[in-house]
Nanobody
Framework: QVQLVESGGGLVQAGDSLRLSCAAS????????MGWFRQAPGKERAIVAA????????DYADSVKGRFTISRDNAKNTVYLQMNSLKPEDTAVYYC???????????????????WGQGTQVTVSS
C-alpha cells in the first residue's frame, strides 16, 4: 500500500481559495489513480475529484465542477486539489485516497480505495 499525508486545510471565508496537497510514499505513486473525498458531519464520505495514474483524465462531482481542480506531479509523488470560490457547503474533512483499480472517475466508491490519508479540515465561513 501507499502511505498518504494531506496538508493545506484551514479556515477561510466564502469566495476564498485553498490548495490541498497529498504526499505519497511507500509504493510507486504513478501506479495509482487518486481521488479526493470529503465528509461533512452527519454525512457519508463522497468523492469530490479523481485523476488517472498519468494525470490524463480528471473528473469532478457536479457540486465542485468549475471551481475545483485536481492535479498530480508523479515526480514529486504528490496530488493536489485547488479549490476556488469556496462556499460554506464545502466545509468538511477532506481525504486523499489511492486506488489500483481501473480508472472510474467519480463513479468510484470509497471501498475502491485501499490507501487513505488522515484527512485535513476545511472550514468555509459565510
Amino acid at each position: 500500500q501507499v502511505q498518504l499525508v494531506e496538508s493545506g486545510g484551514g479556515l477561510v471565508q466564502a469566495g476564498d481559495s485553498l490548495r490541498l496537497s497529498c504526499a505519497a510514499s511507500g509504493r510507486t505513486f504513478s501506479n495509482y489513480a487518486m481521488g479526493w473525498f470529503r465528509q461533512a458531519p452527519g454525512k457519508e464520505r463522497a468523492i469530490v475529484a479523481a485523476i488517472s495514474w498519468s494525470g490524463g483524465r480528471t473528473d469532478y462531482a457536479d457540486s465542485v465542477k468549475g471551481r475545483f481542480t485536481i492535479s498530480r506531479d508523479n515526480a514529486k509523488n504528490t496530488v493536489y486539489l485547488q479549490m476556488n470560490s469556496l462556499k460554506p457547503e464545502d466545509t468538511a474533512v477532506y481525504y486523499c485516497a489511492a486506488s489500483r483499480l481501473y480508472y472510474s472517475g467519480v463513479s468510484y466508491s470509497p471501498a475502491d480505495f485501499g490507501s487513505w490519508g488522515q484527512g485535513t479540515q476545511v472550514t468555509v465561513s459565510s
